[in-house]
């Protein structure tokens, strides 16, 4: 770890993923967004699937013997003013091809998006000029030129991309960038959009790049952490996971290519991004994932400049239609609106400030702009029954001042942790009301407190993790108010004869 | 407890009290009954300080020299819209007095309820026939013939009723009684509204209505258990409670000596009830004062027709403005809507079925029209390490087919007590958002789970109960439906290669 | 017209039909419900489209070697539950045929459902016993049972049902009717849904159910009151409409033709109604449609229990995803909430009392139970420039008392018609926010007002319709309540010398 | 008129006045205040009555035998996160006097704040340091510095402040500003609030801020535009105005004084401002009063930096609580949400942009950054019958491009004016369910539309006003995008035979 970066930055709190645009008409996607919103400020929301058949946005018809191509931006519109609506933009992925457009019927996914490359690349170009212009009339210039265009998703797998053909990905870039350019230069475009495993496709882009001297404002690129399966069906994916720094080196790495290919100055988006790729692997679903991840979300920001975690909730249909409450997605919200783990880590994390007061590796602490000492320490096990099933995080806090109040949140096994609960009651694949509001107490993470004393000006935590906890610690001068309620006298309360205060300290 | 009553009424559910009429102008009284419905279906609200001139309901002016009373319904019909557009009626207290009609100045309360007869009981009786025509043309006589009316508050206090007076009360009652059976003989009136110690009141007013042969179609007490004060200052109330049984006896006395008048078929209404009668009396923010109320909860529906619980949240200003987050409120629901004990305490009562199937003093099992057995056990520990303070409640429960699940949620005073974190974090007067976050995660019940074979037709529940707990249980069919999504093989998620299940079993 | 009818019933504010039920997860379905519901307290929604693909209900799949049927109830129940939570229950219509199930691969619409009878009798009986059987589960039987359920829809179209054959039709019914029974005989259950045109099906069916001793709680029929087209495209059908007392009659025929084969006792609930069938019929956006409507609205309690408007909005996908604001829609409510003149004719209507106190051709007036006099009055012109274009109501209402205020609601060409106005601004298929906005204060209808005064007991009404008006006066007794405001004298207010009320009255 | 102006600003848009700060707990307060933020972007609400007795904030009490204060910020906090929660931020007004600070009984208004200097002028000093302090720790120094804070409210008259004891106010003010800077100097603090009439006091508070080297970050200063009252009572106040123009040159005058007193620099804010300054004169709820500010709207952004109209909605309650729907309050909204016709002027002008393209005296033309010219025109007529009842405004706009599709909006004696069909229904002091709807609809104001060709680079608009108009067009290119619907052939329409578009243009 780089000893002199002391500033905190949250590159995954700018933008999330979510199940395709069409998905936005739903009243379940707005919910699970306004959830999340709530402990994490997003600004974009990456519109995956924009040009789906269901959204109907392009239509080959003949009229009056004429081959016409139509444009429908209903569902377009009312998706985008959605975004509007709940103070999100869109980080725009133009893909995947509409079925009227595409040169094969090569298909990805029960929803069926077509990947194969236009079969009229003009039509195509069309179809980017006349969309961009179309938000342009809509929302103004200055708004449009806020959302990052991407240029497809992962050209470089077959399932994505036919054949996964460098050189046609290439062309597509080409081609798209220009129209978009053409409708207003100011807008910034990026890809390539790969994923992982084939980081020769970063030489090759740039190189392609710099020699057609094409526009990019944006490099981005995808980062999972799963290894090779353990067993698939169709229902289930059992997928191990890298260690947890891999996924950092990965970003370093990833970053010193770009710089090495001469884009220093390009920044890096991360357009996807979670532990397995996979959306019925149910390590999603476990504390695990989460305090897996808290790593990443410490330290991200030293290489990537946005990140965009693949998905905020498990309204999520690439594998036909949920069949379970708990059913292994990428949601960090699952269904019926219960909390999963990964939700309380990007809640966590995003209540730090941007000042590092102390960092190691399973423990970050800033200070915020208000003054408050804000720290998260994570504990994730991968080996069952290991030594470091439980672990004390250390951490030394400068400190002025008299005594502290230390608010603790936690999440591990038993607190937090709604997909345990639900094993427990023999998985029901549609809850009732009652379970489901059953499970949504059992989510409930842990709340406990404790007043320490400084010595030295220095405060001195140690916190015990239980297995694969993640914990949140806020620090801020404490206050005895009771002197404002004159007269007071616990003991007189009855019942309560014996000790003012009950509460165990957590420490 | 007769043994032969095996059916379980609610009359508590039926109706709430709250501060008086104008509050229902705030924001905040309706997002706290929202909380309320949500758990426990309340069809009326008990309206107390109806006539109060904040409403400015009546004004005495001089116009063109003349002595001119004016109504202004203005506020009173914003009060009574919120509560139809809230789903809930009206049961209308008939008072305090206006100023401009008043015989004197003796007042009640930081809001100053003028508690004198009217001067002149013509003017009275106008306002009652006014106010009762207003609400049958803007709301129809279908609608007002459903409202209970009260006459008064408590006249048989000094505070309450100028001097305790009770030949004026008779006059009053009499008058106010004539006045609304003149506009509409179908409206049901009910007094005399007393609290509890002065029960001779009981057969002076039902001799006097016999006498003047008055129609009386609903007979209304108070009940409070708290006994006197062991400390008292203006911001605090120190009171100590009776024996929890105390009031269950309290309810068949007052019903039996109401049917000794020959009103046996007149419905008993306890239009205010709680355990201590004071604002300031910390006990109602404790688990100790949920736990002391549940036998209440599970036994008066044997005694009584309809209870208001004195109050359904600590929006509530007799004592001034609250000074801090926890004062001892009457309110099952605190300040920003954080929940206390007592809240549960309904909300768990409020699941119950009619159909009795295990009764003792300290817990309560029934079963609901959709099959589930719902129970609810008690714990209430008045002497600080008392051999009671951990209690095992034993329930057999008559049980056809094969295993249960039993999903548990629990308050006692380490779960769903946020008053024990405020007072750890230093009784906060005015908590900061982060704090108010926080203890509404310390708030949250515990959530336990269980899964229970019967044996010979019976299931063989031993629940222990902690200190001041009280604790609901739901028991159905145990099905488990991991088959419904084949190849299920936990052990191969990554860090969870051990034990199928880890969450421990409540029993 | 039946001079003994004196009371009135509105079959067609108990249910509305809709898109399928994948929309119901949307949030535009639900917004536009509630404005809906403001005006009319609609009881059911007819579920159409329930077992589509895309509701992932059946999947059959290879499982270890075995060819298996799983079912999926996650977004059934996501719907079901919006409608509780909403306040509205499913009248059930069993179809399409899931493709898993299906015995062949026609299908219907841009949404493709299935219209071939299972391939597997049984499996098509499982599925229907399965899932009444998890609504019973997740719903109680006590709720299910005021769920009406419908075996298929249009089974005598060949779009419908392959081939539109009947005795795979009639087998249908009874595979489906055999299976809903067993599982509780209590559910109500209906056929044959077909529409209007081949009323043999009306013997044959009864006929069929008379010998095969099956159950029949309710007929049901659609009705639609289109002509041959005048043309017809993809995008635009232009079909002429009969005269309105067509679907009176049809609706009269209808009943006597089922009263001919013995189930005069048996309810008949028409499922589908509109005037043009069609979903692309410019026609459905005018006030002509909401005035041509007014006279079914007003006499179709005479022969039906039950009518469904098909549908309440325009979020409507039969023919593709809608290209334009206004563009033939069913929907009373367009794109963007924009008001319809039919929403007006609904909630015109809603407001009836049962009493009938005038009843003509083209007027209707009732008293209602709270006293007011509800009248409403049309103006359907299908001749353009012929000499009804204006037309006067003359009515003649009973009256105690003194002076009538009439408050009058108007809905014409000019007033409440947002279509008009947005073929003057160039039909924008996509307008923008502020002129969405505009075109929301050009759908308001028109306020008049009037003080009438009665002559012996009898209020004289002559209203003037302009051209395919339909207007709403409600008649309560005037009363000037100037006097509670002592003091006024209008005249000296700044610029306002000359005349106390300038507004003049629509008499 | 200064023809160098050719920006345009909205002082105006920034800030609201309302009732007294304990008002914003009520559930009313923001339903009015998000209906003006649809159309307004408010800023800030001017807090007024900040200390009054009924919000707790100030008790002097004996405790253990000693004198003290205590503070109780429960409803202050609950006001002003209720205003963070709405997206508004306060404009604090410093008073009025807790009575238990101060020095005199003296009050004013039916809510009775007490106008009195402090008894103590430590204690208020202690007062202010401890508020200001309490919201630096709850919302943070940064956000605090953003509210600017104003010392009383006009003290120039007896009746706000004892006496107009201007040497009190001045010290008032010294004792004040130096306890708020004492906490945080970056806080913007102004004075002295004064009403018209007395400009003296601009002269003499200016000169004591200099003599006393005090810091003074902002003038404050009232507008109003009434004149000698014609008639008074206490329920109704018929008052006269002056001259549209009257305020813009007392506005002008304002800041002259002020920049030659040395201060050229201070902002000067109108920190409330209306015509009549009377809570019950009816022209408040009439059109004229809406056509009369405009010409200030038009213009006061050339003189003042902040203005804050008084007040947004009839929730107020200087006169007794409002004994009628309308009964001339200040508000821009009157009681149930309706809209008064001044409401409609402030969103006209909200939707003007910078650059102005037309002025004259009854028009304004702007440009906005989206390209849409945005216009008002008005015409205000206090003379009844005089030659300018009816007026037309013609307006030269250049336009580049083909034809132009304007949209306009109206209100006048007959369009958006519910209080005038309120007097023809009998003036129904409290109007029933059915009523209020009925003037909801009668409230809207008219939509009207035309296509405008340009000449010569010019769209030349004469626009025909109404008495006490006030009109909005907004011009955008017309498009006529019914090619993108092939096929349309309007007069296949059933009853639509005639013509394709019926509506008639305005011009």
Redesign the interface.
């Known amino acids: 770890m780089n000893d002199k970066i002391r500033t905190f930055t949250k590159p995954w709190a700018l933008c999330v993923g979510s199940d395709r645009v069409s998905t936005m008409?739903?009243?379940?996607?707005?919910e699970r967004f306004e959830t999340l919103k709530a402990v994490m400020p997003v600004q974009y929301i990456r519109c995956h699937g924009l040009l789906c058949d269901e959204?109907?946005v392009v239509?080959r018809?003949e009229?009056?013997g004429a081959d016409?191509i139509?444009y429908?931006?209903?569902?377009l519109?009312?998706a985008f003013?959605?975004m509007r609506a709940h103070g999100v933009r869109p980080y725009v992925e133009w893909g995947f091809m509409p079925t009227d457009l595409a040169s094969g019927d090569q298909t990805i996914f029960w929803w069926k998006g077509n990947v194969t490359p236009p079969k009229d690349w003009n039509e195509w170009a069309n179809l980017v000029v006349a969309l961009t212009q179309?938000w342009i009339?809509?929302y103004?210039a200055?708004e449009v030129r806020q959302w990052p265009f991407e240029v497809w998703n992962e050209p470089n797998l077959t399932n994505f991309w036919k054949d996964a053909d460098q050189d046609a990905y290439f062309h597509m870039y080409e081609v798209t960038v220009t129209a978009i350019k053409s409708v207003d230069p100011l807008i910034k475009v990026g890809g390539p959009a790969i994923c992982g495993g084939q980081d020769h496709w970063i030489d090759d882009f740039l190189a392609f790049v710099l020699k057609r001297r094409l526009p990019l404002d944006i490099f981005t690129r995808h980062l999972y952490t799963g290894e090779p399966p353990?067993?698939q069906?169709?229902?289930?994916f059992?997928?191990?996971?890298a260690e947890p720094r891999k996924p950092i080196d990965e970003l370093r790495e990833v970053r010193a290519r770009i710089d090495g290919n001469g884009f220093a100055a390009v920044p890096l988006h991360i357009t996807e991004f979670n532990t397995s790729y996979n959306p019925v692997c149910?390590?999603h679903d476990?504390p695990?994932n989460a305090a897996y991840l808290a790593s990443l979300l410490a330290e991200a920001g030293e290489h990537a400049d946005l990140m965009s975690f693949w998905t905020f909730s498990d309204l999520f249909e690439e594998q036909?239609?949920?069949?379970?409450l708990f059913?292994g997605g990428f949601g960090m919200i699952g269904?019926h609106g219960i909390l999963k783990p990964t939700y309380h880590a990007f809640a966590f994390f995003s209540r730090m400030g941007s000042e590092i007061v102390h960092q190691d590796e399973r423990c970050l602490a800033t200070r915020r702009?208000?003054g408050?000492i804000c720290a998260v320490a994570w504990n994730?096990?991968?080996?069952?029954?290991a030594s470091d099933d439980r672990r004390v995080a250390s951490v030394s806090i400068p400190w002025k001042g008299s005594s502290a109040?230390a608010?603790r949140?936690r999440v591990n096994?038993?607190l937090g942790n709604p997909w345990?609960?639900w094993?427990?009651?023999?998985?029901?694949?549609?809850p009732?009301?009652?379970?489901i509001e059953?499970?949504k107490?059992?989510a409930?993470?842990?709340?406990e407190?404790a007043?320490i004393e400084p010595e030295n000006g220095t405060l001195a935590l140690r916190v015990t993790l239980e297995r694969?906890e993640i914990t949140l610690i806020?620090l801020t001068p404490?206050?005895?108010?009771?002197a404002?309620?004159?007269?007071?006298?616990?003991s007189?309360?009855?019942?309560?004869?014996?000790e003012?205060?009950?509460?165990p300290?957590f420490l």
């Open positions: 008409l739903r009243a379940e996607y707005w959204l109907g239509r018809r009229r009056n016409v139509l429908n931006f209903t569902y519109d009312q003013d959605a179309h009339d809509r103004g200055e353990k067993k069906t169709e229902d289930i059992y997928q191990a996971l149910p390590v476990t695990y036909d239609v949920p069949r379970a059913h269904r702009a208000d408050v994730p096990c991968r080996e069952v029954g109040l608010l949140v096994e038993t345990e609960a094993r427990a009651m023999g998985r029901p694949l549609n009732s009301p009652a379970q059953f499970l107490i059992a409930a993470p842990g709340a407190q007043v694969n806020e404490f206050k005895d108010e009771s404002g309620y004159p007269g007071l006298e616990d007189l309360i009855d019942g309560y004869a014996d003012p205060v009950r509460r300290s």
